[in-house]
């Protein structure tokens, strides 16, 4: 059984990481040419760009995980049915069940490596790669209407609540074009206070540089507006430098438990967290998908060879990989635009292609 372990494994493993290695390969060509008519700009070197395209790899060796362990696990598996090495194996006492609790032990060191990949190794190289960007850029623009977030306050005056709104970011350390609402207990605007940057310390205190503060009294007749211009103000807030960071990088930055906390943030305050609730269950189950994938590239070892070559099976195998990257895509668009039960967007594919696996294994048992 060692043996065959071994001969499983190595075959399997060196055949995934050539397949990956392949697609990354491709991805940092992209990249890099990407990147190059940016060269120039604000001292932006090619070796930046380079730098930039490698911090990208993280994340698309994170998605690409489940793909290569189906395509690499489809091509060794070909190869010794091919080499009638499978068919000595079997012959030797390997059934469909040994076979699968073989591939399931090697599916799940492959889901251990893309949750680590994906939680540890992926955000912090995306938050560099911002970096870098807004190195690029001069800062990372946040939309037509910038990034907004919402914080409360218990004041010797009474219930503040508070509107922020970011501009820009360079990489999530300072914000640009920053604007705070204060609102009392009735939602009537009290105080506007604009920056021209921002930083936010660990213990979530806003330093707030070049600040404009206008201040609505209400007076006898008409209210009036006083005006005050500083050049430091420092605001005591709830929004951490963590949840702010969230609000202004992409999601790809953010680990599993960073997200569930900003998901929490946002459920506080009141604001729509539904894409933020998508992307935490994807996070959570997408390693799974190495199992179903290896469960799915079993039922290629009991193909003969009349049914087609190496190649034609590999094609089959990358077939499988494109739809459910799109399925998984497809999925998360229409549980936003339909309010779907996030975790239920998010096992939907992987769901469906298990069922998939199991019905080819099924198929194995009975036949085969």
């Not at 009474?158 to 204060?182: K, M, T």
């Not at 930083?199 to 005050?228: F, H, M, S, Y």
């Not at 998010?346 to 292609?353: E, M, V």
């Amino acid at each position: 059984m060692r043996t065959v372990r071994r001969l499983f494994y190595a075959d399997i493993v060196s055949s995934v990481a050539f397949v990956a290695a392949a697609f990354l390969s491709l991805f940092f060509f992209i990249d890099f040419v990407d990147e190059l008519g940016d060269i120039g700009a604000r001292g932006y070197t090619a070796l930046n760009a380079a730098a930039y395209s490698l911090l990208l790899l993280p994340g698309h060796f994170y998605e690409l995980v489940p793909i290569a362990v189906l395509i690499g696990a489809i091509y060794a598996l070909a190869q010794l049915a091919q080499t009638s090495q499978y068919t000595i194996l079997r012959t030797g006492g390997l059934g469909p069940w040994r076979a699968l609790w073989l591939l399931t032990s090697l599916g799940l060191m492959f889901a251990v490596l893309t949750y680590l990949v994906g939680d540890w190794v992926a955000p912090q190289s995306e938050r560099y790669a911002s970096e870098l960007q807004a190195m690029r850029k001069g800062s990372v623009k946040l939309g037509r209407s910038g990034a907004w977030m919402k914080d409360h306050a218990s004041t010797p005056q009474g219930e503040r609540s508070y509107s922020v709104n970011v501009g820009s970011a360079d990489g999530g350390a300072a914000l640009r074009d920053v604007r705070i609402f204060e609102f009392d207990a009735d939602g009537r605007l009290l105080r506007r206070i604009a920056a021209a940057t921002a930083t936010v310390a660990k213990d979530a205190v806003w330093t707030l540089k070049d600040v404009d503060i206008t201040t609505w009294i209400e007076a006898p007749g008409v209210p009036r507006a006083p005006e005050q211009r500083v050049a430091e103000y420092v605001w005591p807030s709830t929004l951490s430098a963590s949840v702010v960071a969230a609000a202004v990088l992409p999601v790809s930055t953010m680990s599993t438990g960073d997200l569930y906390r900003y998901i929490g943030h946002l459920a506080n305050n009141e604001q729509a967290a539904q894409s933020q609730r998508i992307q935490f269950w994807k996070r959570a189950l997408y390693p799974f998908a190495c199992l179903v994938m290896i469960g799915l590239a079993l039922p290629f070892a009991y193909l003969s060879a009349r049914t087609g070559g190496i190649s034609l099976k590999v094609f089959g195998g990358i077939m499988l990989g494109i739809s459910f990257v799109l399925l998984n895509n497809v999925a998360g668009h229409l549980g936003l635009l339909r309010d779907w039960t996030p975790w239920m967007v998010a096992a939907a594919p992987s769901a469906l292609y298990m069922l998939l696996s199991f019905a080819a294994f099924s198929w194995l048992v009975r036949y085969r």
